[in-house]
């Protein structure tokens, strides 16, 4: 369900398909007249419900700018050490660029904290076990596959930091709180005041699932982030862009 929620309905649907419900909503409900008492608490609400959202929304995306950061860091450091086995016999690269291979494509499928955590530290393992004409050369590579774990670090500290339930829980009470004050409130009963109404709500809850795929990596932007993994293993470890 949420797969077809986040990955199959694009953003220009979701506008359509809630222009269309609150459309329905804003010329059947019944309008009521508020006195200034419940004015003031839907300013209030409004308020809160914006002061919530935005700094949620932009910690959001500047996490995603983040994530990119250490994808392409890691991505780079990978890269630096394949280019550092070409001088390895074929057998021993091969074996070693195999299980670089794993990994990374592990990180691919699962995409969460913590992804590929076997398959490095096998190729940690692996370097620590060596014992051969080419130690130096494998020591170094341990030494840069222990280097990149402050990228992994950060890269599974981001991909954790997405917006919490108990946020979530506060969020959507303001939410429902505006939409119900916006869609009862008596301005007229003229249609474009009812298709205004139909499109602040529409609004407001575009920038929630906005919110959403920014949080689950859904989002067109947030795709991107993959991008070097992928390319490293299109061109065999020969580019990140």
Not at 44 to 67: H, M
Not at 85 to 109: G, W
Not at 145 to 163: D, G, H, P, W, Y
Not at 200 to 226: V, Y
Request: with cysteine; aromatic share 12%; hydrophobic share 45%.
């Amino acid at each position: 369900m949420g797969n077809l929620l986040f990955n199959k309905i694009r953003l220009s649907w979701y506008f359509d398909i809630f222009l269309i419900i609150f459309l329905v909503l804003a010329f059947n409900l019944p309008k009521i007249t508020f006195q200034g008492g419940a004015l003031t608490l839907f300013s209030v609400n409004s308020f809160l419900y914006g002061f919530y959202l935005a700094p949620i929304l932009t910690a959001q995306k500047t996490r995603i700018e983040d994530l990119h950061r250490a994808v392409r860091s890691e991505a780079s450091a990978i890269f630096g050490m394949m280019l550092h086995l070409k001088k390895l016999p074929e057998k021993l690269r091969n074996e070693l660029q195999s299980d670089m291979e794993l990994y990374i494509k592990k990180i691919l499928t699962e995409r969460k904290a913590g992804q590929g955590e076997k398959e490095y530290e096998k190729l940690i393992s692996y370097c620590l076990k060596y014992k051969g004409p080419h130690q130096i050369a494998i020591d170094q590579l341990l030494d840069r596959l222990i280097a990149n774990e402050q990228n992994r670090t950060q890269f599974s500290m981001l991909l954790s930091s997405k917006v919490f339930s108990h946020e979530w829980m506060v969020i959507m009470v303001l939410f429902f709180i505006t939409i119900g004050f916006v869609l009862v409130i008596k301005g007229g009963e003229h249609f474009a005041f009812n298709f205004v109404t139909a499109l602040l709500c529409t609004g407001l809850s575009m920038l929630l699932i906005i919110l959403a795929k920014l949080s689950n990596l859904t989002h067109k932007r947030a795709k991107q982030i993959w991008e070097p993994y992928e390319k490293l293993l299109k061109t065999h470890f020969y580019r990140i862009d």
